[in-house]
């Protein structure tokens, strides 16, 4: 895989790990369009759920 780096299992995404704060009280819409973004609405779902933030 040629995005590796992006991975959240590897501290990826589109911010990067330095970046990141904590969350506060608010909303966000991701947006999934054709077969990658499916893809990446599956891993993020994943992702919020294993971490118990919802």
Request: proline content about 2%.
């Amino acid at each position: 895989m040629i995005y590796r780096k992006l991975l959240l299992s590897a501290g990826g995404g589109i911010v990067s790990e330095k970046s990141k704060v904590e969350p506060g009280n608010c909303v966000i819409l991701n947006i999934g369009l054709g077969g990658v973004g499916i893809d990446c609405l599956k891993s993020l779902k994943k992702e919020v759920f294993s971490l118990g933030l919802v």
